[in-house]
């Protein structure tokens, strides 16, 4: 197996492994760079969606995701679909999947499956070179605080994507979710010290209205839009990329108006986070 860097501080692209059937060995290697590295692109992987589950009840268990679609013969995958006729993506904006859980998901196993002739990239943000990045007044202002998450403003009746032409596919409008955990978070695996705060799903500081919180919100997520701190994902057919949503952002870029993309995603399931 061998890896090439993506991006300065962010990301590996994989050769010489083939998913749907690696060794034990191979496989914490590959774990091991997706905690350090917080993305590994695979290409010319051939991973038929049971395989895709097979690797990822290997890799530590699956969360199922309450609200996209759920492939119809395999419940345990989400689907990340764009139609040709719709004008709204999923994960266009910067994110970190499930902060809203109170144990939130380790990661994703996303597998193209139909892509648009050009466009529909990733992008991937480095979370530890985020925290890196800031001055070390603001690093001693953030420690030991708190924020609040939820997925409520996004999916909900009256949500975002509520207004949207991707209302109608998603489930769980009905749910509720809110989280607390710490802006800063040591990875669970490597102790590396990682900025847990995302403008999808947080809300506000502890003890502080939204109000009050937005401008040192702001100033954070300023700090993971370097660019040694950045990655992109372009597709291909047989491309699959894995990521930790502890130590990376991500988002799914929208530029491919009238064409289909569809992804095949399991969540991973992950551990309570902790500074
Ligand atoms: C996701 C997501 C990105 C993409 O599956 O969580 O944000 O490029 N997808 O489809
Ligand atoms: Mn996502």
């Known amino acids: 197996m061998k890896m090439t860097p ?16 690696m060794s034990d060995e191979a496989l914490d290697q590959l774990k091991e760079a997706v905690w350090e590295s917080g993305v590994v ?54 994110h970190t999947d499930h902060s809203y859980d109170q144990v939130p998901a380790m990661g994703s196993i996303l597998v193209a499956r139909t892509l648009p002739l050009k466009g529909g990239d990733t992008l991937f943000a480095h979370m530890g070179a985020a925290y890196d990045a ?12 708190r924020a609040v998450h939820s997925a409520d403003h ?17 489930r769980g409008q009905e749910l509720k979710t809110l989280a607390t955990h710490p802006v800063v978070i040591r990875h669970p695996q490597t102790g590396r010290k990682l900025l847990y705060v995302n403008p999808a799903f947080t809300l506000h500081f502890e003890g502080q209205t939204r109000e009050e919180s937005l401008p ?9 839009m370097t660019p040694e701190a950045q990655a992109r994902v372009v597709w291909k ?18 530029d491919y108006p009238g064409e289909e993309r569809i992804m095949h995603r399991i969540t991973l399931s992950g551990e309570a986070l902790a500074a």
């Open 41 to 94: 692109v695979l290409r010319g992987q051939d991973l038929s969606p049971q395989q895709h589950i097979e690797l990822a009840n290997r890799w530590g268990g699956i969360d199922i995701n309450n609200y996209f679609p759920l492939n119809g013969e395999h419940p345990e995958i989400a689907e990340v679909r764009k139609e040709k006729d719709q004008q709204t993506n999923i994960g266009g904006g910067w």
């Open 134 to 145: 800031l001055d070390e007044e603001t690093k001693a202002e953030i420690a030991g605080m």
């Open 216 to 224: 040192l919100l702001q100033r954070l997520y300023a700090a993971a």
């Open 154 to 170: 996004i999916y909900a009746p009256d949500g975002a994507y509520a207004q949207t032409d991707q209302g109608k596919a998603l």
């Open 237 to 254: 057919p047989g491309t699959v990329t894995i990521w930790d949503n502890r130590t990376t952002w991500h988002m799914a870029l929208n």
């Open 6 to 21: 993506l991006g300065e501080e962010i990301g590996a692209e994989v050769t010489g492994c083939q998913l749907a059937e």
